[in-house]
């Protein structure tokens, strides 16, 4: 392994609970550095509420600056971080995707003022001069309402020097167990050639089976709600409180129920909520016809997004067992490896896990920035982080290139 001083440094701005940093510090070549984040829970919480910064720094070993990067001076916030003279290499910023999200009404209607801080990185681009700069956010980014603020990016960027790729992807193709739509957009300092992640994976697939729920999670103890694995803290979901959600849930038939399947229920009138009775009887089950349902277990879950703490906000509930997936199994369907710690309160860290980077996949945006600055092209065992549900043995080479031999 490298030393310090030899590997390539990372600045990660948005740092979060460290799902971008980690894939990077767990990467041999490189040395995460300095990170920033105002810990904002909700656009109504103030600074520090959601204390992401204590899991990041239980992971990655180093303290974000807690800082609000829309108002902040960038100088001042680099000077915070204490970086190494040598400069930085790659630079993450991964602003809040939740303005550009098209799961919120509003978002189709008006620009969120969050969303500005997309524009706003190219100051810290300026700032730090790195040689490569990565972002990843919800796929409205690249191709909804509001995306004139990535055009204005990259054409800051392209101002700077930089030549910029920004596309959305299935993360599930790239071995991580969860159906998942993301844009990322990679912009490199000119003459680095630039590549995204369908170069670094052309050639190869991920087998099914590995980005199943089943094959993620299968083996981990079951536990009641309210209970933790004695063994592991993280396995821990909260308390059904509410009798009412025990038993719609105790009612949703297994792997992949939900509850439009309690509408012929003997007992519907209990377990239907009024919304649900109503969209029932105009046939119109909505917009969220996921919420209070299970996952199922030979599909790749469904997007977590960061209020994933409570089983009537999306198809979060385990496949059979009579709770929310807990804290362990909710990380690993994100693609953290299964010695990650949390932090703070439980509701908090599901925010931290529906809020990051997958860390499998950053560890494969490590190995593409290696690509970049070495242009010596990663073997395919080589994008997978250690720890996580994915192995070497689950890449395959893609039958259209054999045929094309």
């Not at 912009?187 to 087998?207: E, H, K, M, N, T």
Request: charged content about 20%; overall charge negative; aromatic content about 6%.
């Amino acid at each position: 392994m490298p030393g310090a001083e030899d590997q390539w440094t990372v600045v990660d701005l948005f740092s979060g609970a460290g799902g971008m940093s980690y894939g990077f510090s767990a990467h041999p070549r490189f040395l995460v550095v300095g990170a920033a984040d105002a810990q904002i829970g909700k656009p109504s919480s103030g600074r520090g509420t959601l204390g992401c910064n204590a899991s990041y720094l239980a992971n990655i070993g180093i303290s974000p600056v807690e800082a609000d990067l829309g108002s902040a001076d960038p100088a001042a916030v680099c000077l915070a971080m204490g970086l190494p003279e040598r400069g930085v290499t790659v630079l993450s910023a991964c602003p809040p995707c939740t303005g550009f999200s098209r799961t919120l009404a509003q978002n189709h209607l008006r620009d969120d003022s969050r969303n500005s801080l997309v524009r706003i990185v190219a100051d810290y681009v300026k700032e730090l001069d790195p040689q490569i700069v990565i972002m990843e956010n919800a796929r409205e980014l690249v191709m909804g309402r509001f995306s004139d603020h990535l055009r204005g990016l990259i054409g800051d960027l392209a101002g700077l020097g930089y030549s910029v790729l920004a596309v959305t992807h299935f993360l599930n193709e790239f071995g991580l167990p969860q159906r998942r739509e993301r844009a990322l957009l990679v912009a490199v300092r000119q003459p680095l050639p630039l590549r995204g992640l369908s170069d670094l994976w052309a050639g190869y697939l991920i087998a099914d089976k590995a980005t199943h729920v089943r094959r993620a999670i299968w083996d981990l103890p079951a536990i009641r709600a309210g209970q933790a694995d004695p063994r592991d803290a993280m396995h821990v979901s909260p308390r059904m409180t509410s009798q009412a959600n025990w038993r719609r849930l105790a009612a949703t038939p297994p792997d992949g129920g939900g509850w439009i399947d309690l509408i012929d229920h003997p007992d519907a009138d209990e377990l239907l909520t009024p919304s649900m009775r109503h969209r029932a009887a105009i046939r119109d089950f909505g917009s969220h016809p996921d919420v209070y349902g299970r996952l199922w277990w030979d599909r790749p879950a469904v997007t977590i997004k960061r209020e994933c703490a409570h089983i009537g906000n999306g198809r979060y509930a385990h496949p059979e067992q009579h709770r929310l997936c807990t804290v362990r199994e909710m990380s690993i369907l994100q693609g953290f490896p299964r010695d990650y710690t949390f932090v703070g309160t439980l509701t908090n860290m599901y925010r931290h896990i529906g809020d990051a980077v997958p860390p499998l996949i950053s560890y494969q945006l490590a190995s593409l920035c290696e690509w970049i600055l070495t242009d010596e092209r990663p073997a395919p065992e080589d994008l997978v982080l250690p720890g996580c549900h994915l192995s070497p043995a689950d890449i395959e080479t893609d039958p259209a290139m054999l045929i094309a031999v």
